[in-house]
Every structure is written in C-alpha cells, then in structure tokens.
C-alpha cells in the first residue's frame, strides 16, 4: 500500500486566530473549494444579502465562530461574504446524495470505534489537497474549549467527521432534509463544529443537537465516545431524531430510517434505492459477523461485497475518495486517502 501525504492544519488559539492560520495554512485549497462550491453560484446581489442575514443570525448565536470565519476569509484572501456562503447554505448538489457510510462500534478489544468511508461523485488524479474536491485534517486547540482533530474540505467550519480530546467521535453521511429550513436558524455544520469543541461525551451532542434551531443539508451522524455510548443522529433539519442509542453496531447511509422522517430526503428513486441496499448490507454484517475490533472495521470500510462502503462508481453512484478511523480510547484518528482497500491508513494524534 501506499502512502499519499495528507495536508495537515495546526491551529491554536482564540477564535479570530484559529480561523486566520486555518487560511493561511490551506489558502489555495480554500480557495479551490470557493471556486467550486461559491463561484459557480454566486450572484453578487442576492449572495451579499444572504450573508448579512448569515452573520446577523450568528453573532447574536455563534458569535466566537463568526469571528473565526472572519479570521478565516483573512487568512485566505477570500471575501468574508462567500466564506459565510459556503459555511452556511446548501452547497451541494444532488452529486452529493448517493455518498457516504458512517458505523461505529460500542466497545471490543480495541475500546469503542467510528468508522466512514466519504465519498464524491468522481475519482481525481490524486494532488497536494486530496480528492476531487480540497480537503485537509484539521488538529485545532482553541484557547477556550476541547481540542479536536478532523477531516473536511478546507474552508468548512464544520464539526462533522471529528474526534475531540474526550474521546468524542462522529462521522457524517449527507441525506437532505425535504422540510421548511427557512428563517433565522444556525447551519447544522456550524453547530456541530461548537459542540465538538465543548461536549465530552454522547448524550451532551445529542442534547445540544436537538437543543438548536438547525438549518443546512440533513445529514445522519453517527456518535460515539471513550465510554461506549452510541447514537444514529437522523437530522432532518430542523427536526432531529435519534436511533440505535446504545447498540453495540450502528451505522448509516444516505437515508432515513425513522419512521416520521423515512420519506424526508429528498432523494432521486435511484440514489435513494442504492442507499437503501447499502444499508441493507450492513444490516446483514450486523446480524451475521457484527464487527468488534478495528480489524473488522477496516474489512468493512474496504469490502466490495455486493453494496459494501468501498465505492468504485459503476452502479454504486460514487467513489470512495478517503476513509477513516476514529479510536476514541486511543485518542487517535487514522485515515487513508483514496480506496481502503487500496491506501494505506496514517495515524495522526488529536493532540
């Protein structure tokens, strides 16, 4: 196996800092991400208006992450206004809605363990920012709060796919939310990046996940901390749901399974069917060879079993662009860039 080299951002300190060296360090992947996810949508009447409201919503809500945004178009050279587009609204297409699988185990000789294969809608020549689309690990201590580390697209702000020094892990599958979001409410992304920063364990993400008035694309979250506890957050925003809590196994894909929220995803027939029979899939590893060690994680995350998360286009929609492990005892994040079953996982300590 190979060993592609990871962009790794360091950060530390108050919030205005952390977002200025978060754009320094990744300021032409952020920059490719704008271009992509901003630039071809941008209108600049309608998007400075939209980013008023944005910044009007989170200084009375989110204030000391509106300053790191602030610190973050700074150190990028990018316009505080499409910063605060990509952070805020759905800037994805429906390329997105076919991709990723989170799981996570309980507990097991290796303690408890978050798994997730992310995926895009195409492979890319492989270059300094990984993937199609530009993503780093982040290692972030701010002044105030918990330490965490983990894998976004550079120029995010979010708090999905993560592990802080509590040993609180989540991995994310986007899905869509088909409810009225309008209003004066905070993106899911931005929330989740305050509580990553500020809960210790399980049951406090999902309290204040249900706690906030959420906007954004809907997303399954997979939770799980140093003590075992898990959970399946089903958010559908602005309404949450929650499932599995406490489940040995648990995992999810780009669907909702609640019974109140099963037709809320605004999928295509065809995205939603192979969702669907991904699901299926590790509903079957659950009930035949339910996984207890990394060893088992890593078989899965790389298996090509018939709807298995490693994803080479075809009929499964997408490829796998990067995988990761989050070992919550351990306070360790491994992570491989590309196919698992073809990369090489690298180890990188949360602090």
Same mark, same amino acid.
């Given at each position: 196996?190979?060993?592609?080299? $990871?962009?790794? @951002? ?36 309608? *998007? ?28 990028? *050279? ?9 952070? +805020? ?23 408890? $363990? ?14 300094? +920012? ?45 899905? *869509? ?36 008035? $959420? ?84 078989? @899965? ?14 009929? +499964?929609?997408?490829?796998? !662009? ?20 073809? !990369? ?8």
């Amino acid at each position: 196996m190979s060993a592609k080299p $990871l962009t790794v @951002i360091e950060c530390r300190g108050a919030p205005r800092e952390l977002g200025r060296q978060y754009g320094e360090q990744a300021r032409e992947a952020v920059r490719q991400n704008v271009a992509f996810f901003v630039d071809r949508k941008w209108e600049p009447n309608q *998007g400075r208006g939209l980013a008023a409201a944005v910044r009007r919503t989170l200084s009375s809500r989110l204030p000391e992450v509106l300053d790191e945004l602030d610190g973050l178009a700074e150190g990028s *050279g990018v316009a505080p206004e499409k910063i605060l587009w990509m952070n +805020h609204l759905d800037t994805f297409g429906p390329e997105w809605k076919d991709a990723c699988t989170p799981m996570a185990i309980a507990a097991g000789p290796d303690g408890p $363990l978050m798994g997730k294969n992310n995926d895009g809608g195409k492979p890319a020549p492989f270059d300094g +920012h990984q993937g199609t689309y530009g993503y780093v690990i982040r290692r972030c201590s701010p002044a105030r709060g918990i330490p965490f580390l983990q894998v976004t697209y550079a120029g995010w702000l979010s708090g999905l796919d993560a592990m802080n020094a509590e040993g609180l892990a989540n991995g994310h599958a986007s899905v *869509g939310s088909a409810f009225n979001k309008t209003g004066p409410r905070v993106d899911i992304r931005l929330w989740l990046y305050r509580l990553m920063s500020t809960c210790p364990d399980t049951a406090s993400l999902v309290a204040g996940l249900m706690d906030g008035s $959420l906007t954004g694309k809907g997303f399954n979250i997979v939770v799980v901390d140093a003590a075992g506890d898990t959970a399946v957050v089903e958010a559908a925003v602005p309404l949450i749901q929650c499932r599995d809590r406490g489940n040995p196994f648990i995992y999810a894909t780009n669907c909702f399974v609640s019974p109140p929220i099963k037709d809320a995803d605004q999928r295509s027939p065809q995205a939603k069917q192979v969702s669907m029979l991904r699901f299926g899939y590790l509903h079957w590893v659950a009930q035949t060879r339910p996984p207890a060690k990394v060893g088992d994680l890593r078989t @899965i995350l790389a298996s090509h079993e018939p709807w298995a998360p490693c994803r080479h286009g075809g009929p +499964h929609m997408s490829h796998t !662009e990067w995988s990761m492990i989050a070992l919550p005892s351990k306070r360790e994040v491994w992570i491989a860039p590309g196919y698992p079953c073809t !990369e090489a996982y690298q180890t990188f300590a949360v602090t």
